[in-house]
Nanobody, 126 residues
């Protein structure tokens, strides 16, 4: 069965960095677009970044553009989210998700993703 397992979250001071990983199994990872979302307490889940099957195209939310980088290693079946210059407003549970085959037609919409990981907590202190 499809499994997505996030790791790498934690507590960091504002201005710091973290790298999240999402290990995938149970499907042909190299054929699917992937995405990262986040959800803060009391808020809706929001799009962070997405990447196509080959890594050749990426999308970012305006709030993270220039600070976060999504990447993937198809040999390791893992998608990453490098987060730099973290801000307190980046505090949330971060989820990775599997999109459609090859790319995600509407990458910012949660409904475009069928499978989700359990999430990893990121807390940025001021």
């Amino acid at each position: 069965q499809v499994q997505l397992v996030e790791s790498g979250g934690g507590l960091v001071q504002a201005g710091g960095s973290l790298r999240l990983s999402c290990a995938a199994s149970g499907f042909t990872f190299s054929s699917y677009g992937m995405g990262w979302f986040r959800q803060a307490p009391g808020k809706e889940r929001e799009f962070v970044a997405a990447i196509t099957w080959s890594g050749g195209s990426t999308n970012y939310a305006d709030s993270v553009k220039g600070r976060f980088t999504i990447s993937r290693d198809n040999a390791k079946k893992t998608v990453y989210l490098q987060m730099n210059s973290l801000k307190p407003e980046d505090t949330a549970v971060y989820y990775c998700a599997r999109g459609a085959i090859f790319s995600v037609p509407n990458p910012s919409a949660p409904a475009s993703y069928l499978y989700w990981g359990q999430g990893t907590q990121v807390t940025v202190s001021s």
